[in-house]
């Protein structure tokens, strides 16, 4: 008996020399991809039966070849997975904590600072009108403002008035001014530390929220870059300060420069970054906190009126309210981003 047959596609008639063992089994012709029966076409030249799919195509164990064509997309092992719009990055489940931790003591300690601040500065001018206030009757405005000066730069350091008997006003400001910040720092120096933990714990704070969205590819700044930013307003003044001494419209220059920088870092830190949070849950369908880019907007615009005369110190007030609802709701939503991706990796895992 011969080892081979001949083998003949009922459909393109495509020839083919078959081992004897494939001979009443399925196949699939190489040439139109017709499944039939193979039969041998020396032996028999009587019309073939049409050619029928196999009953079971996906099972190896029908006898019927499996092909990746009859294998659905959603149960074959070796199908290429449909890429989302984008990957999840590592995600760390100690953030959710960092986030709390980090605003509230930023809440307190800034809180503390101003307190702290406000109590030594009040207990100075206090003690100043307490004291002997007879001495402003009879002045005028700015001499009760030289007097006033001179008396509060006594009472908060060894500042003699003596020492400025004979200079003009603009020299007893300057002179009695710096005593008063002088015998002030040692007094603040509580408030100058807290201060300086507010800031560290501010800027741990951004640093962790814009953490969570850097797996997004349209997001444009790194966390360290927007703890850089926060530098530049500071920079500038430092450098203001130091060219004061040979010209001083340096110093107004650079200052003025630093609010304008401070306010650019403002439209970064909180409206740009709930515009991220924003299409980044949109795109992941996180359908938790809603965040507001609409709310940070009017915040950071608040920033910019207080400087308009009167009306500011209102406006600062309610940048103190707006700021508590955009912090809180940047951090509801970064902690509603974890959640989901650990939600999105344990998925992954269970498969």
Not at 16 to 44: F, K, M, R, Y
Not at 45 to 73: D, I, K, T, W, Y
């Amino acid at each position: 008996m011969a080892d081979t047959f001949l083998y003949q596609c009922s459909r393109c008639g495509e020839s083919l020399t078959l081992p004897v063992s494939l001979l009443g089994q399925h196949g699939e012709c190489p040439s139109c991809q017709n499944i039939e029966v193979l039969q041998d076409a020396s032996a028999d030249n009587s019309p073939r039966p049409p050619s029928a799919p196999p009953l079971h195509p996906a099972s190896p164990f029908s006898g019927a070849p499996v092909v990746a064509e009859s294998v659905l997309p959603t149960t074959n092992p070796y199908a290429t997975p449909t890429p989302p719009s984008f990957q999840f990055g590592s995600v760390n489940p100690d953030h959710r904590g960092l986030l709390g931790k980090t605003l509230w003591a930023t809440i307190i300690t800034f809180t503390l600072a101003i307190v702290w601040a406000l109590f030594v500065i009040i207990e100075s001018v206090f003690a100043v009108l307490a004291t002997n206030p007879e001495r402003f009757e009879g002045l005028s405005e700015a001499e009760i403002e030289i007097e006033f000066i001179i008396a509060l730069a006594e009472q908060t350091s060894d500042f003699d008035r003596q020492q400025v008997a004979n200079a003009t006003a603009d020299e007893i400001i300057e002179t009695a001014g710096l005593a008063i910040l002088q015998g002030l720092a040692s007094k603040l120096l509580g408030s100058a530390v807290l201060y300086l933990i507010g800031i560290i714990c501010y800027l741990t704070f951004f640093h962790t929220l814009w953490s969570q969205i850097q797996d997004d590819p349209t997001v444009r700044f790194s966390p360290a870059a927007i703890v850089l930013l926060h530098f530049i307003p500071t920079t500038l003044v430092a450098i203001g300060i130091l060219l004061a001494t040979t010209n001083a419209e340096f110093l107004l220059a650079l200052n003025f420069l630093s609010v304008v920088a401070w306010w650019v870092i403002m439209f970064i830190s909180y409206w740009k970054l709930a515009d991220y949070m924003e299409k980044y849950c949109q795109r992941q369908n996180i359908t938790g906190t809603k965040i507001s880019p609409g709310l940070a907007l009017a915040f950071c615009l608040m920033q910019v009126a207080t400087i308009i005369p009167v009306l500011g110190g209102l406006i600062s007030l309610a940048c103190i309210i707006a700021w508590f609802l955009v912090v809180f709701n940047l951090k509801h939503c970064a902690v509603e981003i974890i959640n989901h991706k650990m939600r999105t990796e344990q998925a992954d895992r269970a498969q």
